[in-house]
């Protein structure tokens, strides 16, 4: 159980252009779902959180209008890259949460390339 | 900012039991300890929580020590696959209800034949 599908698992787009990164919960209701970006040979950088329903949190130095957040289901969040550069290009993974649980499950990320 | 501390590396033979420690200092009563790992280029997986009390699990044991300022997760039996990042992390309350994950820079976890 508590499976998370990110899509897409990688993704190369033009400069200039946006990107949307689809997360969702397979098996559960996830009432609260997490962005993260990592860069090549660092940790997990929290840059969003979003309840279902509601606006997302953005942590801070995290440009909201550049990372558009939408978690419109339990079942769904996706994070949109307006006018992507270069220096986006990063591995994205969003995390989901239940209800019901304490855990916190992963998806398998998405690699963003930015040409 | 991540509220734990973690040696960047460590090294155990396999089939050997891998304790790696973590520093969590100024945790609160009411904060969880977790623990994942992350394989190169996949998402984080999920190991085992505790608060106060030992956890065991299929996968490891952790161990928090009476204090709550430090805990150690026991890989029993250390498989080359085991091999991958392990993050120690204090969940912390982002307001309300709600709490997030914070991860600091782990520790490489290298397996050897």
């Known amino acids: 159980g508590a499976v998370v599908s990110q899509h897409p698992s990688w993704v190369i787009c033009k400069s200039g252009t946006s990107v949307k990164i689809e997360c969702r919960s397979l098996d559960f209701q996830a009432t609260t779902m997490f962005w993260y970006r990592q860069f090549p040979k660092q940790s997990l950088m929290l840059m969003a959180t979003?309840?279902?329903?509601?606006?997302?949190?953005?942590e801070q130095g995290v440009e909201k209008d550049k990372f558009l957040i939408n978690h419109a289901s339990l079942t769904l969040s996706t994070l949109t890259v307006t006018s992507a550069h270069p220096e986006d290009s990063s591995f994205y993974i969003c995390?989901?949460?239940?209800?019901?649980?304490?855990?916190?499950?992963f998806g398998s990320g998405t690699r963003l390339t930015v040409v | 900012d991540a509220k734990t501390t973690q040696p960047p590396s460590m090294d155990c033979a396999e089939g050997r039991a891998a304790n790696l420690p973590c520093n969590h200092s100024?945790?609160?009563?009411?904060?969880?300890v977790y623990w994942y790992r992350q394989i190169h280029s996949q998402g984080p997986q999920y190991i085992i929580h505790?608060?106060?009390n030992n956890e065991t699990n299929e996968m490891a044991s952790l161990i928090i020590t009476e204090d709550r300022k430090s805990s150690t997760l026991i890989l029993p039996h250390a498989t080359l696959r085991d091999t991958a990042v392990y993050y120690c992390?204090?969940?912390?309350?982002?307001?309300?209800?709600?709490?997030?994950?914070?991860f600091g820079k782990g520790t490489l976890l290298t397996v050897n034949p």
């Open positions: 979003s309840n279902e329903g509601s606006k997302a949190t953005y």
């Open positions: 995390s989901a949460q239940g209800q019901a649980t304490y855990g916190y499950t």
């Open positions: 100024t945790i609160s009563g009411n904060e969880y």
């Open positions: 992390i204090v969940r912390v309350n982002s307001g309300g209800s709600n709490y997030k994950l914070t």
């Open positions: 505790g608060l106060k």
